[in-house]
T-cell receptor, first 110, second 119 residues
Framework: GIQVEQSPPDLILQEGANSTLRCNFS?????LQWFHQNPWGQLINLFY???GTKQNGRLSATTVATERYSLLYISSSQTTDSGVYFC????????????FGTGTRLTIIP | DAGVIQSPRHEVTEMGQEVTLRCKPI?????LFWYRQTMMRGLELLIY????????DSGMPEDRFSAKMPNASFSTLKIQPSEPRDSAVYFC?????????????????FGPGTRLTVL
């Protein structure tokens, strides 16, 4: 099956700092999503981004499908950004299974 | 709009008991997924349905697990008999496949999860 690797596994930052999270995948994909799992365990959709660049407030994401990676940028971090960020991919259309990476645990210190 | 609804939010049961988890997908969505999250294995897909029909159950761990979707607005995941190693958070998700800008689109939305503890 497709492999999804996320880096770094853990990241501790001061409030106000910027960060870049990376997701590498081993095969071409039809779907790529970024999720934030907050400290209460809820999985919140951040981006649906199989290719290209999107921005939503302080967050933005870029997927370079031909090179099989995606980046999530968080600017001016806030303590509410803490949690685990997951990248998930769907390998091909017609097989709607999302394969999740192991996540990046982000801790923002006040 | 209401998101994906799951019940119960927490379930504590004893080994050997039957457990039933429930899910109501987002109205109009044509896919429904059941996932399990554990520290050891992360998030893994158990089974998914398209238009109420099970498509892939290869992730279901063993015969003790079963899932049904009797109609477009309801699904259950049943564990019988339950074992301590089934303790996990179980998520339900739904999606609607369509076209956006000429591209196929299939974004999944997750419910709040059910935290299951089997003693």
């Amino acid at each position: 099956g497709i492999q999804v690797e996320q880096s770094p596994p853990d990241l501790i930052l001061q409030e106000g700092a910027n960060s870049t999270l990376r997701c590498n995948f081993s095969d071409s994909v039809n779907n790529l999503q970024w999720f934030h799992q907050n400290p209460w365990g809820q999985l919140i959709n951040l981006f649906y981004i199989p290719s290209g660049t999107k921005q939503n407030g302080r967050l933005s994401a870029t997927t370079v499908a031909t090179e099989r990676y995606s980046l999530l940028y968080i600017s001016s971090s806030q303590t509410t950004d803490s949690g685990v960020y997951f990248c998930a991919v769907e390998r091909e259309f017609g097989n709607e299974k999302l394969t999740f990476g192991t996540g990046t645990r982000l801790t923002i210190i006040p | 709009d209401a998101g994906v609804i799951q019940s119960p939010r927490h379930e504590v049961t004893e080994m050997g008991q039957e457990v039933t988890l429930r899910c109501k997908p987002i109205s109009g969505h044509d896919y429904l997924f059941w996932y399990r999250q554990t520290m050891m294995r992360g998030l893994e897909l158990l089974i998914y349905f398209n238009n109420n029909v099970p498509i892939d159950d290869s992730g279901m761990p063993e015969d003790r697990f079963s899932a049904k979707m009797p109609n477009a607005s309801f699904s259950t995941l049943k564990i019988q008999p339950s074992e301590p190693r089934d303790s996990a958070v179980y998520f339900c998700a739904s999606s609607l496949t369509g076209l956006a800008g000429g591209n196929l689109y299939n974004e999944q939305f997750f419910g709040p999860g059910t935290r299951l503890t089997v003693l």
